[in-house]
C-alpha cells in the first residue's frame, strides 16, 4: 500500500472520530467526560466482538490513538491476563496493558499544571 494512501487513511480515520465527538458535544447534552467513556466503551466493545484488529490494522493509528485505542487496549489487557492469571486478571489487566500510558499522563499533566496558570470556565 502507499505511504501516502495510508496516511490519508490514518487522517481520515481520526478526523471522523473527532466528528463524530464534535457532533456529540454540539447536538446532545452529553459532557466532555460522559463522550469520554462512551469512546472508551466502544473500543472495549469492538475487541469483545473481535472486529477491533481487523479496523485496527487497515486504520492504524487513526483508531489506536484516539481514547477508543486505550479501551481496546484495556480489554486486551484483561482478557490476556484472565487468560494467565485467572479472574484476579480481570482488575489487573486492564492496568497493566495501560501502565506506561497512565503513567505519561500523570507525569505530563503534572508538568503543565505547573507551567500554565488554570483559569476557569466563563460562560
Not at 484495556?74 to 484472565?82: D, F, T
Not at 485467572?86 to 489487573?92: E, M, N, P
Amino acid at each position: 500500500m502507499n505511504e501516502w494512501f495510508v496516511y490519508l487513511i490514518v487522517f481520515l480515520t481520526g478526523g471522523v472520530v473527532c466528528f463524530i465527538g464534535q457532533i456529540l458535544i454540539i447536538k446532545t447534552k452529553m459532557t466532555s467526560a460522559r463522550i469520554l467513556v462512551t469512546f472508551e466503551l466502544l473500543g472495549v466493545v469492538l475487541v469483545a466482538l473481535g472486529i477491533f484488529d481487523p479496523i485496527s490494522s487497515f486504520c492504524k493509528a487513526g483508531i489506536n490513538v484516539p481514547i477508543i485505542g486505550f479501551g481496546a487496549s484495556l480489554a486486551k489487557g484483561a482478557i490476556n491476563a484472565v487468560k494467565s492469571k485467572g479472574v484476579l486478571g480481570i482488575f489487573t489487566g486492564g492496568l497493566e496493558a495501560t501502565a506506561g500510558g497512565i503513567a505519561a499522563a500523570v507525569f505530563f499533566a503534572f508538568i503543565f499544571g505547573i507551567i500554565f496558570k488554570a483559569k476557569t470556565k466563563k460562560f
